[in-house]
Structure formats: C-alpha cells, structure tokens
Nanobody, 121 residues
Framework: QVQLVESGGGLVQSGGSLRLSCAAS????????MGWHRQAPGKPRELVAT???????NYADSAKGRFTISRDNAKNTVYLQMNSLEPEDTCVYYC???????????????WGQGTQVTVSS
C-alpha cells in the first residue's frame, strides 16, 4: 500500500502565496504521475496540476501562470507552489499518486487526506 501525507495548507490573504507538499510512502515500487486536485464545498473535485516522473506537466486553466507543480522523484514528493491566490482558490486540496507497490497488482491511484486552503479577500 501507499500512503500520501500532505502539508502546507492554511489561511492567506488575497494575493498571497502558499506551498503545498505531499510525500508518498509505503512499499512503493514506482510512481508515475503525481498531482493535485481541489474541491470546494458543493462542487465536484477538479484537476489543478499533474507532473509525470518524466517531467511532463499539465495545468488547469485556472492554475496556469499562478501555480507551479514540482516533484522530487527520489523522495516521492510533489509540491504545489501557489502564487497570486484569490478567494476563488479556497478549497480542500488533495494530492494523488499513481503508483505500483509490493503486494498490490498493477498501477493504482492513491489519494491524500486533503489540506484546507483558505484565501481571504
């Protein structure tokens, strides 16, 4: 199994910045894609950004130019640097990893527990 632990959420004023971190641990054999989704109350979960082990990135339109995803493959850790935050960015942010692990067949997606980001106006 794979566990994901997130950190870095909190309260920030509009225009401010936050950096989220997410570390994957467990009997990991390989990690392919790592990324972030977010969910606001009453709304569906939506993609924020992803990054493959090879370095390819994908961003939601709302994140382009403001958010940067990075990862440390050796540490199985993904980061999300969020700048120019707006009240509309207030959500629970979830990291995920697509990974293979010992005793579990095939590639599976694992999710973190979520971290709250609140942007005040």
């Amino acid at each position: 199994q794979v566990q994901l632990v997130e950190s870095g959420g909190g309260l920030v004023q509009s225009g401010g910045s936050l950096r989220l971190s997410c570390a994957a641990s467990g009997n990991i054999l390989s990690v392919n894609v790592m990324g972030w989704h977010r969910q606001a109350p009453g709304k569906p979960r939506e993609l924020v950004a992803t990054k493959t082990s090879g370095g390819s990135t994908n961003y939601a339109d709302s994140a382009k130019g403001r958010f940067t995803i990075s990862r440390d493959n050796a540490k199985n850790t993904v980061y999300l640097q969020m700048n120019s935050l707006e009240p509309e960015d207030t959500c629970v942010y979830y990291c995920y990893a697509e990974a293979t692990s010992q005793g579990v067949g095939g590639l599976r997606r694992y999710w973190g527990q979520g971290t709250q980001v609140t942007v005040s106006s």
